[in-house]
């Protein structure tokens, strides 16, 4: 195969990845919300089971003026959006979806860069609350850069700790050094990383930033139209993008009970939704945590769990 | 020249006309904003040279921490949204410290290799990176962690007026504010 054709290739399967992944975790939000809470609206649009809802919401978001207020700071409101987007975009380029190098660009520090990019998303939030000139949205942002930049410390240490575990940093190789007894083994690992990332993506019950019964809808206040449809699409995506990590990083990825080379891809698709799913499932069951219990949960539960996490994993290498 | 020259040439335009914006806009966030752009565009450079860890690391450090909290600091302040033209700032000292030491470095640089090609060392990877930094260099690392830790230790120390001097300002606040313990990281 010529080189510009597989480019294409993996280029179009990440950007399909893209742009199919958050939208069947919005649809299943639709869902799995109104079963649990007894929501009918959304089982109302297009007849059968609510199916056309999302679509519904597409059209209303594209139809909506995309309004910027007087005295926001314009092209750092108008450029906010895309810079919520971005860094998960680029951060599904390198997790992969299969073995034998099925993923978008395999790399050797896929882990670190994933963090990296990951970690520029709270200047979006930063962005976004500033430019809208108004004293919700700033308080939001302060919120939001104040959670992010506190989740990111346990968020780095537990994925330290399976990189540790696995003796590299690229994503596939974790993977592949991947055994069913690591479920044990990093399971606090596990538990803080899932909390972090929820965190990171600001999904309740970590959503302070967003609170709409205290400050409207925080640094999203102002955003209409198409903008405030992008910032969505930057939190569905955040999920795909978590609940990816968490699957490559702990569940073992691709590794499932038979065919893992030929069904690979299934497998991880599979697990991803099944994170997907408790992800949704904790915002219909969870109450938001007040400002200081976040705070008070990252670094005195979190941060201490991550770092005795790494002492036994050490250990255990060490013993080994 | 080669792609890769070109490339680094955009990179390096890149970083020196962000870097010029950040200190002479008016809007204070913009200045962060574009302090953004500046060290991203050095991050590119390392990425050019093969230097990936070193890149992304750049990037997890400087763009979203390091800046990161130097926007958050503007915006508890009361910055406005708009210009602020009341900014105090001497402009010629700047720049004659500024512009005389980029020339006199640019000058050394070139004066000391003139022609002189050097062969890129192989790809900067991790594990390449890992066994220098815990090999030849431990020691500067381990001194280097020393100092972190100590500046660690001081802020959290600094942010407590209920540690230290024992019992005095003890009603001055029940805990360590949030952006301490940020700026303690």
């Given at each position: 195969?010529?080189?510009?054709?597989e480019?294409?290739?993996r280029?179009?399967?990440?950007?399909?990845?893209f742009?199919?992944?958050?939208?069947?975790?919005?649809?299943?939000e639709?869902?799995?919300?109104?079963?649990?809470?007894?929501r009918?609206?959304?089982m109302?649009?297009g007849?059968?089971?609510g199916?056309?809802?999302?679509?519904?919401?597409?059209?209303?978001?594209?139809q909506k003026?995309d309004?910027?207020?007087?005295?926001?700071?314009?092209p750092?409101?108008r450029l906010a959006p895309?810079v919520?987007l971005?860094p998960?975009?680029?951060a599904?380029?390198?997790?992969p979806?299969?073995p034998?190098?099925?993923?978008?660009?395999?790399?050797?520090?896929?882990?670190?860069?994933v963090?990296?990019?990951?970690?520029?998303?709270?200047?979006?939030?930063?962005m976004s609350?500033?430019?809208?000139a108004?004293?919700?949205?700033l308080?939001?942002?302060v919120?939001?850069?104040a959670?992010?930049?506190?989740?990111?410390l346990?968020?780095?240490?537990?994925?330290a700790s399976?990189?540790?575990?696995?003796?590299?940093l690229?994503l596939?190789g974790?993977?592949?050094?991947?055994?069913?007894?690591?479920?044990i083994?990093?399971?606090?690992?596990m538990v803080?990383?899932?909390l972090a990332g929820?965190a990171?993506?600001?999904?309740?019950p970590?959503?302070m930033?967003?609170?709409?019964?205290?400050?409207v809808f925080?640094?999203?206040?102002?955003?209409s139209g198409?903008r405030?449809?992008?910032?969505l699409?930057a939190?569905?995506?955040?999920i795909?993008?978590i609940?990816?990590?968490t699957?490559?990083?702990?569940?073992g990825g691709?590794?499932g009970?038979?065919?893992d080379?030929?069904l690979?891809?299934?497998?991880?698709?599979l697990k991803?939704?099944?994170?997907?799913?408790?992800?949704?499932?904790?915002?219909?069951?969870?109450?938001r945590?007040?400002?200081?219990q976040?705070?008070r949960?990252?670094?005195?539960?979190?941060?201490?769990?991550?770092?005795?996490?790494?002492v036994?994993?050490?250990?255990?290498?060490?013993a080994? | 020249?080669?792609?890769?020259?070109?490339?680094?040439?955009?990179?390096?335009?890149?970083a020196v006309?962000?870097a010029?914006?950040?200190?002479?806009?008016?809007h204070?966030?913009r200045a962060?904003l574009?302090l953004?752009?500046?060290?991203?565009?050095?991050a590119?450079?390392?990425?050019?040279?093969?230097a990936?860890?070193?890149?992304?690391?750049?990037?997890?450090?400087?763009v979203?921490a390091?800046?990161v909290l130097l926007l958050?600091?503007v915006m508890?302040?009361?910055?406005?949204?708009?210009?602020?033209d009341?900014?105090?700032?001497?402009?010629?000292?700047?720049a004659?410290?500024?512009?005389?030491?980029g020339l006199?470095?640019?000058?050394?640089?070139v004066?000391?290799?003139?022609?002189?090609t050097?062969?890129l060392?192989?790809?900067?990877?991790?594990?390449?990176i890992?066994a220098?930094?815990?090999?030849?260099?431990?020691l500067p690392f381990?001194?280097?962690?020393?100092?972190?830790l100590s500046?660690l230790?001081?802020a959290i120390v600094?942010s407590?007026?209920?540690i230290?001097?024992?019992?005095?300002d003890?009603?001055?606040?029940?805990?360590?504010a949030t952006?301490?313990r940020?700026?303690?990281?």
């Open positions: 195969m010529p080189l510009w054709l480019l294409v290739i280029i179009g399967g990440v950007l399909a990845a742009l199919i992944l958050p939208l069947l975790v919005g649809q299943a639709h869902k799995v919300m109104a079963h649990m809470q007894g009918l609206g959304p109302y649009a007849g059968f089971h199916w056309a809802q999302l679509i519904a919401d597409g059209v209303k978001f594209v003026e309004l910027t207020p007087r005295a926001a700071d314009r750092v409101f895309a919520a971005v998960y975009l680029l599904l380029l390198v997790i979806l299969g034998n190098d099925l993923v978008g660009q395999p790399l050797d520090i896929g882990l670190f860069f963090l990296a990019v990951v970690g520029v998303g709270v200047l979006a939030v930063l609350a500033w430019a809208s108004n004293k919700y949205s308080l939001g942002g919120r939001g850069a959670q992010l930049l506190g989740y990111e346990p968020l780095v240490l537990a994925a399976v990189a540790m575990a696995a003796g590299t690229s596939s974790i993977v592949e050094a991947w055994q069913p007894w690591w479920l083994w990093q399971a606090p690992a803080v990383f899932f929820l990171e993506i600001r999904r309740p970590f959503d930033p967003v609170a709409d019964s205290e400050l925080g640094y999203l206040t102002e955003y198409l405030f449809a992008f910032l699409l939190e569905y995506v955040g795909v993008v609940a990816a990590l699957t490559v990083l702990f569940l691709w590794q009970p038979f065919a080379a030929q690979g891809w299934l497998w991880t698709l991803v939704a099944a994170v997907s799913f408790v992800i949704i499932w904790l915002r219909v069951s969870y109450p945590l007040r400002e200081d976040l705070q949960l990252c670094w005195l539960v979190l941060v201490p769990a991550a770092l005795a996490q790494l036994l994993t050490a250990a255990v290498r060490l080994l | 020249m080669t792609g890769v020259d070109a490339l680094l040439l955009a990179l390096g335009a890149l006309g962000s010029v914006l950040v200190v002479t806009t008016r204070l966030v962060g574009y953004v752009v500046c060290l991203g565009a050095v590119g450079m390392y990425l050019v040279l093969t990936e860890l070193v890149a992304w690391v750049q990037v997890l450090i400087y979203g390091v800046v958050f600091a508890l302040t009361r910055a406005p949204v708009g210009a602020s009341d900014l105090d700032r001497p402009g010629w000292p700047a004659l410290i500024g512009g005389g030491v006199g470095l640019a000058a050394l640089l004066d000391a290799y003139r022609w002189t050097v062969e060392p192989e790809a900067g990877s991790a594990e390449r890992g220098q930094v815990f090999g030849s260099w431990v381990e001194v280097l962690s020393v100092l972190l500046a230790v001081g600094l407590r007026p209920d230290g001097s024992a019992g005095a003890r009603s001055a606040g029940d805990g360590p952006e301490d940020e700026r303690s990281r």
